[in-house]
T-cell receptor, first 112, second 111 residues
Framework: DAGVIQSPRHEVTEMGQEVTLRCKPISGHDYLFWYRQTMMRGLELLIYFNNNVPIDDSGMPEDRFSAKMPNASFSTLKIQPSEPRDSAVYFC??????????FGPGTRLTVT | GENVEQHPSTLSVQEGDSAVIKCTYSDSASNYFPWYKQELGKRPQLIIDIRSNVGEKKDQRIAVTLNKTAKHFSLHITETQPEDSAVYFCAASSNDYKLSFGAGTTVTVRA
């Protein structure tokens, strides 16, 4: 089992640019989660999907953030336009129903 | 929404001693309480969890206790080892999925 796969692992971009983070969940998992981790705010749930449908996006900070899950094996988190305060580690996680959430390795985003 | 507070923020223990981390939560509907361990530069990994129909759960050197009346739960690590050094996060959820995390406790085990 390859685990949750995220790409890129590191992203450095300039303020105002569009950033797209990608995630491939563990096969057979029907829940997918996007988290953001910063020193100031800790680990925050941004949005989660069940069977490719967004269930709760109340953690999405603002309209600059959007997430999609076009199929069971792929999800994206997009930030447009990016700002320096978006710098963080973004984790994707997946799980079965009422199961353990398995985290991916994360994408470290730096916006200059 | 749910608010989870975690104490202490840092904890230094001598190898072989016990470590205790405490969390409180605000939402009485919360019924799922996982604990995650995150080593430096790595991803969070679940180490133990407990549900509201259970008061205590053990897994080798790790145990978690839950007091629903007081709305607090604790992680106990016995016979600490250097590899236990990490950041530990508690979390709470009312539906198994929407986790609210505590701020984390940095545990350092001194050899």
């Amino acid at each position: 089992d390859a685990g949750v796969i995220q790409s890129p692992r590191h992203e450095v971009t300039e303020m105002g640019q569009e950033v797209t983070l990608r995630c491939k969940p563990i096969s057979g998992h029907d829940y997918l989660f996007w988290y953001r981790q910063t020193m100031m705010r800790g680990l925050e749930l941004l949005i989660y999907f069940n069977n490719n449908v967004p269930i709760d996006d109340s953690g999405m900070p603002e309209d600059r953030f959007s997430a999609k899950m076009p199929n069971a094996s792929f999800s994206t988190l997009k930030i447009q336009p990016s700002e320096p305060r978006d710098s963080a580690v973004y984790f994707c996680a997946s799980s079965r129903a009422q199961g353990e959430q398995y985290f991916g390795p994360g994408t470290r985003l730096t916006v200059t | 929404g749910e608010n989870v507070e975690q104490h202490p923020s840092t904890l230094s223990v001598q190898e072989g001693d016990s470590a205790v981390i405490k969390c409180t939560y605000s939402d009485s509907a919360s019924n799922y309480f996982p604990w995650y361990k995150q080593e430096l530069g790595k991803r969070p990994q679940l180490i133990i969890d407990i549900r509201s129909n259970v008061g205590e759960k053990k897994d080798q050197r790790i145990a978690v206790t839950l007091n629903k009346t007081a709305k607090h739960f604790s992680l106990h690590i016995t016979e600490t080892q250097p590899e236990d050094s990490a950041v530990y996060f508690c979390a709470a959820s009312s539906n198994d999925y929407k986790l609210s995390f505590g701020a984390g406790t940095t545990v350092t085990v001194r050899a």
